[in-house]
């Protein structure tokens, strides 16, 4: 059994439970009971034995007594606690006082920090708008000063390159010069060195011709077909009586081809009283029947055709070709053939087509333009007046010193009415072709 002692601890210690005894008899017992503990508590102080722990506690209570004692304590309770009460509510009373009083003061100060917020805000709103600006303005004036440094050095920098481009251009501008003279110097002096050697070598052919013309049998032996033919024909135009030439090309005709004919496209020069000379390209794109001569009154038929060996159209070479007549043409005062050129050098004026001055000029001037290379059976040559040429028409020189003026030098390959320089094919480098079919050695 438990002591008295921690019995009462535990009723001190424990929850004033009798504050919710609502019946006052009720209170009266329980205080009554309350009392008999404490007293043997202080019995139980004062004879402090270890073997009355063990013994059971016995509790006398007069009754009578304890209870008006008791109901007396009872109401100084209730008194007390109505005094308690009252105290609580007028502290409840204060506290609530107090805590709307600090609650009007803390709004007050709540409303008197959210105004100095405001004005606050306003004067940092303000000042950063000031600052702002002004931040700007020093902004815009040192972007407008940099903009304006930046122009003044653009502007001098584009000066000084403008200045050495001119300068360089003035120097390129002088050194070309300087070296066009120069160029120019040293091609003239070459052209002049070439005419002078060319000049020897052609007074050297000719002192050589005249050595050999001096015994007849000689120079028969040492001319070419060609130069022999030539010979006949100023022989025959002799015999007939014509004692001057016109520089008109009267050896000169056109094709036609099933009736039709082809003067538009191609062009032929008399070499023989049964042979025309004329570019092979006319002879494998049309099917030749009927030549016309001496303005197309003179009509002779197609007895065979002879195109150069290696002839090619693309890319053009050997552009040559004969045709050959099947009856001669009888010499007349506007109808007679032409010499050929026999000559290896290029002859250096009086180059004629058609009753119109040619000149031959550089062959870079036709490069690009009909071709990349020249060969050396080619020419560039550049007419002096404007019209139009057809493939297969000749290009004369007018030989003074022969009777015979027209000496074939070249034909056109190509139709072009562009006032440009053209190309022509050397009929010298063909001499051997033409000579092997219009004058072959049986026959010489």
Same mark, same amino acid.
């Given at each position: ?88 509510? @007028? ?6 006082? !107090? %805590?709307? $009083?600090? &609650?009007?003061? /803390? =709004?007050?100060? +709540? #409303?008197? *920090? ?52 001119? @300068? ?6 002088? !050194? %070309?010069? $300087?070296? &066009?003279?120069? /160029? =120019?110097?040293? +091609? #003239?002096? *070459? ?254």
């Amino acid at each position: 059994m438990r002591s008295a002692s921690y019995t009462i601890y535990k009723l001190r210690t424990a929850k004033p439970i009798w504050l919710k005894i609502e019946n006052c008899e009720k209170k009266m017992v329980f205080i009554a009971l309350i009392v008999a503990l404490l007293q043997a508590a202080s019995t139980e102080g004062s004879n402090q034995e270890p073997s009355l722990d063990d013994v059971p506690l016995s509790i006398y209570v007069d009754a009578s007594k304890e209870i008006d004692y008791f109901i007396s304590l009872a109401k100084s309770i209730d008194e007390k606690q109505r005094i308690l009460e009252e105290a609580l509510a @007028r502290l409840s009373a204060e506290v609530k006082a !107090t %805590e709307e $009083r600090w &609650n009007e003061r /803390l =709004s007050a100060e +709540v #409303k008197e *920090t959210q105004r100095l917020n405001e004005s606050v805000s306003a004067e940092v709103k303000a000042t950063e708008e000031r600052w702002n600006e002004r931040m700007s303005a020093v902004v815009k004036a040192t972007e407008e000063r940099w903009n304006e440094r930046l122009s003044a050095e653009v502007k001098e920098t584009q000066w000084l390159i403008e200045s050495k481009i001119f @300068r360089m251009s003035v120097a390129v501008k002088a !050194t %070309e010069e $300087r070296w &066009n003279k120069r /160029l =120019s110097a040293e +091609v #003239k002096a *070459t052209e002049e060195r070439w005419t002078e050697k060319m000049s020897i070598l052609e007074n050297k052919f000719k002192n050589l011709s005249n050595q050999l013309t001096k015994s007849p049998d000689i120079a028969t032996l040492h001319k070419r077909p060609a130069e022999l033919a030539c010979e006949k024909i100023t022989s025959k135009l002799q015999s007939i009586g014509v004692t001057s030439i016109t520089d008109v090309a009267v050896h000169l005709g056109a094709f036609t081809e099933g009736g039709f004919k082809l003067w538009e496209l191609c062009y032929f020069a008399l070499i023989d009283t049964r042979f025309v000379l004329t570019a092979a390209d006319c002879l494998s794109s049309h099917n030749v029947t009927t030549l016309e001569l001496n303005l197309y009154i003179v009509l002779k038929k197609v007895k065979a055709i002879h195109i150069h060996p290696e002839f090619s159209i693309n890319p053009a070479l050997n552009n040559i070709g004969l045709i050959e007549m099947n009856s001669e043409v009888e010499y007349t005062f506007d109808l007679y053939p032409a010499c050929m050129y026999t000559s290896a050098f290029n002859p250096k004026s009086g180059l004629m087509e058609r009753g119109t001055k040619v000149q031959i000029v550089a062959d870079s001037e036709c490069l690009n333009k009909h071709t990349t290379q020249l060969l050396p059976n080619q020419m560039c040559v550049k007419s002096l007046t404007h019209n139009c040429r057809q493939k297969g028409e000749p290009i004369f020189v007018l030989n003074e010193e022969t009777f015979s003026k027209h000496q074939l030098v070249g034909i056109i390959g190509k139709r072009s009415c562009i006032d440009e320089p053209y190309v022509i094919t050397n009929v010298f480098a063909y001499l051997d072709f033409i000579e092997s079919i219009v004058w072959p050695k049986k026959e010489n």
